[in-house]
């Protein structure tokens, strides 16, 4: 079986986006660079909702050409469109770069992939996600939260119908006061 993780930038106060879906606050510095692009690495597939699937192909694709570009955006880039990835939307679009579109359920979907053998999974976006945690499928929970108070947005967690207890794997301290900690699902 393999394992889901939910993985996003947070304010301290929860959110993974300000009002008007605002990111400002959580542009990373180049040790959290490194963070995320290592871990984009490691992945065996990943799970994307629309919203972020659209920001996530409207840069990545090419952003090794832009001028300028840096080593480090180079590898995150190549990592980026080599790593397996499934889109979930109600909205029939094209997808590229090791990608594939799901139009049905998405719990369905996400159940049926975490029963297959194989490398770790990721789960992205807020909407998606949520659809997971309701359904206990989230096996880890990492947040890289931010030292800012955004006041509203876009929640990390969604209402639940019952209580899901975690229990603490890893704490780290990066530049700039982020903070990572990971989480497992205790069943």
Known sequence: MRKLTFAMNISVDGYTAAPGDDLGWS??????FQWWSDRVDQTGLALYGRRLWDGMSSHWPTADKEPGA???TIEYARRWRDMPKVVFSATPRSVDWNTRLVTGDAVT???RLKADDGAPMEIGGATLAS???RAGLIDEYVLVTHPVLVGGGTPFFTALDHWVNLSLVETRTLSGGVTVTKYETRH
């Open 131 to 133: 659809a997971a945690m």
């Open 70 to 72: 840096t080593p480090a």
């Open 27 to 32: 542009v990373p510095s180049d040790e959290l």
């Open 109 to 111: 979907e996400i159940t």
